[in-house]
């Protein structure tokens, strides 16, 4: 038996982690890994909060740390309907028709991909459920799996900030990169740091339009919240904060 390492943390920068582990046998660097993945516990989650509350920014910290895979359930459509699965099938002669995508087909959707390799550990749920219905549908899907919701985390934020946010929001559209104009300034006025190609600001990022988006994210989510709340899910965390404080109060309420 090898004496023991000093292995580097999870959270050390790569260049730190790269320096540290160059002279060490891959078999070892695999074994590591392979227990490090067994010692993570098994999360399900849902992620809550409004555009620009966050859920972009501590999504993929989430699911680094936890080695979870991150479903949004437009995303999860897309990739249904492109793959040609069942569950794609159906949404997809859905929305040919016109129609709206059911409950059921969403939750099947959900369904096929946490039976995927990457969600072996757990999930982060961005987008779903938007209704105390479409909550208890997917309980009972996990339910029927063995399993179930671990935790309900609302990103809670200030709507006049959150308008202050997004309306100031710039977007470099070929990489996504995004900016603002007063609390993430790009360099050069209205072009991207990388590229120097220019800045947009969506067309949905005007005030008027997000204030109706967040009256009926706040109609919408209350219901939702009661329902995982009377469950002991639930717990919320002030979105207004650094990033660095958030991602420190969401790991917080993760390790309970």
Wanted: charged content about 30%; glycine content about 8%; aromatic content about 4%.
């Amino acid at each position: 038996r090898s004496p023991a390492r000093n292995w580097p943390l999870l959270n050390e920068s790569t260049m730190a982690a790269n320096s540290a582990l160059e002279n060490v046998p891959t078999a070892e660097i695999l074994a590591e890994l392979d227990r490090r993945l067994k010692e993570t516990p098994e999360k399900r989650m849902i992620l809550i909060g409004p555009p620009g509350s966050g859920k972009g920014t501590q999504g993929p910290i989430i699911k680094d740390r936890f080695c979870l895979c991150h479903l949004a359930t437009g995303d999860m459509l897309r990739a249904a309907v492109a793959a040609g699965t069942e569950m794609g099938k159906q949404a997809d002669k859905v929305m040919k028709s016109g129609g709206l995508v059911s409950d059921e087909i969403v939750v099947g959707i959900i369904r096929e991909a946490i039976d995927q390799p990457e969600c072996e550990k757990g999930f982060i749920l961005d987008g779903f459920p938007r209704t105390v219905e479409q909550a208890k549908k997917l309980d009972a899907m996990l339910e029927a799996k063995g399993v179930g919701v671990d935790n309900v985390i609302e990103m809670k934020i200030d709507d006049e900030l959150l308008v202050k946010r997004i309306t100031g929001r710039l977007v470099h559209p070929p990489s996504g990169r995004s900016y603002h104009t007063e609390f993430r300034k790009p360099r050069v006025p209205m072009r991207d740091d990388v590229t120097g190609e220019p800045l947009v600001q969506r067309a949905d990022d005007n005030e008027t339009t997000l204030r109706k988006r967040l009256g009926a994210f706040h109609e919408q989510t209350s219901p939702v919240v009661d329902y995982y709340a009377r469950k002991g899910l639930y717990a919320s965390v002030d979105a207004s904060q650094k990033p660095d404080t958030v991602k420190t109060a969401i790991m917080s309420i993760l390790a309970k």
